[in-house]
């Protein structure tokens, strides 16, 4: 498989079956397109969790930081 490029019917497989994100980088800020990737994600009805350690203790669109995937990863077993 060419990893440089992806065929649309391939990526479309895949977001298909995705049922949550985790978003690293995510931002309270509602001006940065991390904001707008999980505010499109909670619309689509997908499970996501905000990955930022600068903002743990706060929440995005009702779901709380993480600090780190791993935290983000045990959360959803």
Do not use: E, W
Request: charge should be positive; hydrophobic fraction near 40%.
């Amino acid at each position: 498989m060419n990893h440089d490029t992806y065929d649309d019917n391939y990526i479309r497989g895949i977001l298909n079956g995705v049922k949550s994100i985790a978003m690293v980088g995510a931002s309270p800020v509602n001006v940065r397109p991390s904001y707008f990737c999980v505010q499109i994600s909670g619309a689509a009805r997908l499970r996501h969790d905000p990955v930022n350690p600068g903002h743990v203790g706060k929440a995005l669109m009702g779901k709380p930081f993480v600090a780190s995937l791993a935290i983000s990863t045990a959360r959803s077993t």
